[in-house]
């Protein structure tokens, strides 16, 4: 059995990697994006933090999660978003992959794959380096051509509060990101 170790630090700001079962394309459908976005004001509602900075794709999505002072658990959120989407996915009569044994042990479902790919933000420049990275994402996985023609990320909003200009990522392939794998091939 793995061994985890998984660094918690109130208040922190932590860079995770969610993707679906069998990486099946459907986090950017119309149900994908509602249920998703419904699951996070109900798990908000219960438990408060910010998105900072997120990217939506087909079979994944990347954010940086803000947590209030002196909490920590992360887990518990990101384990509820998945449990409240997968909810509202198969009442919608919504098709699901083939758990694993192991999830189907746990009583889990396959919509989403067991566990996420956390990674703790450690300073600014760090921080930095993970938003662009999501922001980045579309165009790494060739879905646009343009970073700012990907509707369902973060970019815009951070263009509006002047943090990033529009033509931010050009077109010229970008090697900046290529030096961890982000808990993505």
């Known amino acids: ?17 969610v993707v679906t079962g069998n990486r099946r394309p459907i986090l950017t459908t119309d149900a994908g994006r509602r249920f998703l976005r419904s699951a996070i004001d109900r798990v908000r509602d219960d438990r408060p933090f910010q998105i900072f900075a997120t990217v939506l794709q087909p079979d994944h999505w990347h954010l940086i ?8 658990d992360y887990s518990v959120r990101l384990k509820r978003i998945k449990e409240e989407f997968t909810r509202s996915w198969l009442d919608a009569g919504m098709p699901e992959s083939m758990a694993t044994a192991g999830q189907a042990k746990k009583g889990q479902r396959g919509v989403w794959q067991p566990r996420f790919w956390e990674h703790t933000i450690r300073d600014e420049s760090d921080l930095e380096r993970c938003c ?12 646009v051509k343009r970073v700012r023609d990907w509707p369902w990320s973060s970019f815009h909003r951070f263009v509006t509060a002047g943090d990033y200009d529009i033509d931010w990522g050009g077109e010229e392939p970008d090697t900046s990101t290529a030096d961890s794998d982000w808990g993505e091939p």
């Open 132 to 143: 662009n990275y999501i922001h980045w994402n579309p165009r790494k996985h060739g879905l």
């Open 65 to 72: 999660m803000n947590l209030p002072p002196g909490d920590a």
């Open 1 to 17: 059995m793995s061994d985890f170790r998984r660094w918690f630090v109130p208040g922190g700001m932590f860079f995770f990697t």
